[in-house]
């Protein structure tokens, strides 16, 4: 059974940081496509940033608004997955969720239907 699991959430004031964090189990983060997507009430899911794991070398892609401020890294030897967050603002509150991917490809994308699996989300709020 795979599960993922996020936790780091939580209030900060704007300019502030905050470093999610995603456990993965029952599956391995090697070759899939990791990504940290957020959902605002009201508002669609959007990605926040993807991975594309390998052995060799990670590769990140970020939502064009985010980069910058966000980092996506992986643990292989802990099987976890991160956004580090930073200079927040209010605008970036919202429900934060890790999710996986199994595929083939060598890319990932933002669109959240491709995705696999998903974890129960986190809470992010940024007070001005």
């Known amino acids: 059974q795979v599960q993922l699991v996020e936790s780091g959430g939580g209030s900060v004031p704007a300019g502030g940081s905050l470093r999610l964090s995603c456990a993965i189990s029952?599956?391995?983060?090697?070759?899939?496509?990791m990504g940290w997507f957020r959902q605002a009430p009201g508002k669609e899911r959007e990605g926040v940033a993807v991975?594309?794991?390998?052995?060799?070398?990670?590769?990140?892609v970020y939502d064009d608004a985010l980069k910058g401020r966000f980092t996506i890294s992986r643990d292989p030897a802990r099987n976890t997955v991160e956004l580090h967050m930073t200079d927040l603002a209010p605008e970036d509150s919202a429900m934060y969720y890790c999710?996986?991917?199994?595929?083939?490809?060598?890319?990932?994308?933002?669109?959240?239907?491709?995705?696999?699996?998903w974890g129960q989300g986190t809470q992010v709020t940024v007070s001005s």
């Open positions: 999710a996986l991917q199994q595929t083939g490809r060598s890319w990932c994308t933002f669109t959240p239907s491709n995705f696999d699996y």
């Open positions: 029952g599956y391995r983060t090697d070759s899939v496509c």
């Open positions: 991975m594309h794991t390998s052995r060799d070398r990670d590769n990140a």
